[in-house]
Nanobody
Framework: QVQLVESGGGSVQPGGSLGLSCTAS????????MGWYRQAPGKERELVAG???????NYADSVKGRFTISRDNTKKTVYLQMNSLKPEDTAVYYC?????????WGKGTLVTVIT
């Protein structure tokens, strides 16, 4: 059974930085696309950043230049480095992995940018 577990959330002041990680476990021989999504209170879940198996990346316009997504295929882990955080970045952050054609989600980790 595939599981994704996120870690690294927390509280930070505006302008600060946080790093998130998400590790997949289970009987996995390869992971296709991985990504980070977020959902703020009262809003729909949105894509923050994605990364393909070959390392190609894409970002939401709102985080370009501030967030960096990366992955370590040997560790089955995807990372999100978040810099210059803003209050509007406050949300629950979820990682997603496409494995054998199916979408798997983590349970989420809360990031709060304190004003």
């Amino acid at each position: 059974q595939v599981q994704l577990v996120e870690s690294g959330g927390g509280s930070v002041q505006p302008g600060g930085s946080l790093g998130l990680s998400c590790t997949a476990s289970g009987s996995i021989f390869g992971i296709n696309n991985m990504g980070w999504y977020r959902q703020a209170p009262g809003k729909e879940r949105e894509l923050v950043a994605g990364i393909g198996s070959g390392g190609s990346t894409n970002y939401a316009d709102s985080v370009k230049g501030r967030f960096t997504i990366s992955r370590d295929n040997t560790k089955k882990t995807v990372y999100l480095q978040m810099n210059s955080l803003k209050p509007e970045d406050t949300a629950v952050y979820y990682c997603k992995a496409v494995i054998y054609g199916s979408d798997y989600w983590g349970k989420g980790t809360l990031v709060t940018v304190i004003t």
